[in-house]
């Protein structure tokens, strides 16, 4: 009898192994919103962009604190996804605009909850004609969406492309507005559209 459970208990275990289908991002392969897949950074392309990173123009200033997030799954019913999410903080002309830094460790939020969040991987992402694209075709740059942090339907975007200058880490990063809901037609993300040089703290 005891062989007989310990049967079952390997072919449970082996049973719920062959149910989780790694998808790696990027890759552009179908997948289905179901438990059973799980989109992974398998190269671990988000560990370079975790951090914090600084973009700093005279008394103007931006700081990105960036994390991988592993695992994540937005509804019981969805794929497990992992995501490059954070929090910022931004001040223009000595003014703090916003800053949502101390949500970064706070354990009640997670995912698409950060301000910063996202996980497309891009080789030619559209950019605006006032952010510059030095990359190549093989480089992968990871697009997020960034929230306001008060204004539920405002959001930007942001196009990531990560530098190493001679052992000086940076990211080069497009910001802009791409707010298109809300009752407000007025309604912006805080920091202006733009092309910005974060360097890493």
Known sequence: MKQILNILLLLSIL?????TIIVPLGSGQDFEKTPNYYLKDVNNEFGKFAGTWKYQNGNTQ???KLKKEEHYQAASNYNYVDLLVGEYQYIQNGVEKANTLLDFDNLLISGYKHKISGRIFS???????YCINNSIP??????????????EYTEG?????YVNDNGVEKLEACIYDYTTMGDNPNARIDIPDGYYVFVKQ
């Open 15 to 19: 049973s719920c192994k062959a149910q």
């Open 62 to 64: 931006i700081i990105f």
């Open 123 to 129: 080789h030619r992402p559209w950019l605006p004609n």
């Open 138 to 151: 093989a480089e992968i740059k990871i697009e997020l969406f960034i929230n306001h942090p008060t204004q």
């Open 157 to 161: 975007r942001i196009v990531l492309r």
